[in-house]
């Protein structure tokens, strides 16, 4: 959308004190229309200090945008086209409408090349050993990324914009983002959908090698796996260690965000993502 003149944003900013439902209903039709940076725009001219007034524009943006969700959800499923990064920006937005989903993207891209550049001075060049733990290093030690033991239930850990913030995550965000870095670069990294403990595999000519992220970058064999399956008191499924499609990585997002709403007591949170998955699956 073309940007709005300074006096336009103004008059929408003194809209949002009204208290008039027919007001408020077509001040939502137009911002409807407006994209991140004109409502970051809107919000740049609330007064500081004025608290009240930005909780309701971001409780008014963020209700617009779950309601656009499951529309976008729907369109991101039915294309085959769509990549997991969008997908997972998608949740992102859930939690956070005004992100701007581009400058992660970027952040992203920025990782994948600096890699690049760090894997060209592996000292065995297709050492398939040796690029894990160039990824490892890159990863864990020079970014920083661990995984959220103290509050591995937060919210937040599934949300990527937050966990490349804090550069702490649980298993599936952190493995989500070991997969978009590496993958960007033509890396042949793919989930593994073990239950509890999502993993990635580096899928090599011979065996694959398993990797916990969460873990920063440990190194999982088979009967680890087996051992962690046998701990769930679960009986062991080779399937447990195929590789998700981007839909099914998704849905465990969700299912995770879910049951942490519903044993929070969040149900509206939880009946929002429900609907999300219902999109999805349809």
Same mark, same amino acid.
Request: with cysteine; proline share 4%; hydrophobic share 40%.
């Given at each position: +959308?073309?940007?709005?003149?300074?006096?336009?944003?103004?008059?929408?900013?003194?809209?949002?004190?009204?208290? %008039?439902?027919?007001?408020?209903?077509?001040?939502?039709?137009?911002?409807?229309?407006?994209?991140?940076?004109?409502?970051?725009?809107?919000?740049?001219?609330?007064?500081?200090?004025?608290?009240?007034?930005?909780?309701?524009?971001?409780?008014?943006?963020?209700?617009?945008?779950?309601?656009?969700?499951?529309?976008?959800?729907? =369109?991101?499923?039915?294309?085959?086209?769509?990549?997991?990064?969008?997908? *997972?920006?998608?949740?992102?937005?859930?939690?956070?409408?005004?992100? %701007?989903?581009?400058?992660?993207?970027?952040?992203?891209?920025?990782?994948?090349?600096?890699?690049?550049?760090?894997?060209?001075?592996?000292?065995?060049?297709?050492?398939?050993?040796?690029?894990?733990?160039?990824?490892?290093?890159?990863?864990? +030690?020079?970014?920083?990324?661990?995984?959220?033991?103290?509050?591995? !239930?937060?919210?937040?850990?599934?949300?990527?914009?937050?966990?490349?913030?804090?550069?702490?995550?649980?298993?599936?965000?952190?493995?989500?983002?070991?997969?978009?870095?590496?993958?960007?670069?033509?890396?042949?990294?793919?989930?593994?959908?073990?239950?509890?403990?999502?993993?990635?595999?580096?899928?090599?000519?011979?065996?694959? *090698?398993?990797?916990?992220?969460?873990?920063?970058?440990?190194?999982?064999? =088979?009967?680890?796996?087996?051992? =962690? *399956?046998?701990?769930?008191?679960?009986?062991?499924?080779?399937? !447990?260690?195929?590789?998700?499609?981007?839909?099914?990585?998704?849905?465990?997002? +969700?299912?995770?965000?879910?049951?942490?709403?519903?044993?929070?007591?969040?149900?509206?949170?939880?009946?929002?993502?429900?609907?999300?998955?219902?999109?999805?699956?349809?």
């Amino acid at each position: +959308m073309n940007a709005l003149p300074k006096s336009e944003i103004k008059a929408i900013t003194k809209l949002l004190k009204t208290n %008039d439902e027919s007001t408020t209903s077509l001040l939502k039709e137009q911002l409807k229309t407006f994209d991140i940076k004109l409502l970051k725009e809107i919000e740049a001219e609330i007064p500081k200090g004025d608290d009240s007034l930005r909780e309701g524009f971001l409780s008014l943006i963020t209700e617009i945008k779950r309601e656009k969700l499951k529309e976008e959800f729907s =369109r991101w499923s039915g294309n085959k086209l769509s990549t997991l990064e969008e997908g *997972i920006f998608l949740i992102a937005l859930f939690n956070n409408p005004l992100i %701007d989903t581009e400058n992660y993207s970027k952040i992203l891209d920025k990782w994948s090349l600096e890699l690049k550049q760090h894997l060209e001075k592996v000292k065995v060049p297709g050492d398939v050993t040796s690029i894990v733990n160039e990824i490892n290093h890159f990863l864990f +030690m020079e970014l920083g990324f661990k995984g959220n033991k103290k509050d591995y !239930y937060d919210p937040s850990n599934s949300f990527i914009d937050v966990v490349i913030d804090q550069k702490s995550g649980n298993p599936i965000l952190l493995s989500i983002i070991y997969m978009l870095v590496t993958n960007k670069i033509g890396l042949p990294i793919k989930g593994v959908n073990m239950p509890a403990h999502f993993l990635v595999q580096y899928l090599d000519t011979f065996e694959p *090698i398993y990797v916990d992220p969460f873990g920063q970058g440990e190194i999982v064999t =088979r009967e680890v796996c087996k051992d =962690r *399956i046998k701990s769930l008191k679960l009986e062991w499924q080779e399937s !447990y260690l195929t590789a998700p499609t981007d839909k099914q990585i998704i849905l465990r997002v +969700m299912q995770n965000l879910i049951n942490i709403y519903n044993d929070t007591g969040q149900v509206d949170l939880k009946e929002c993502l429900e609907s999300y998955i219902k999109a999805l699956k349809t």
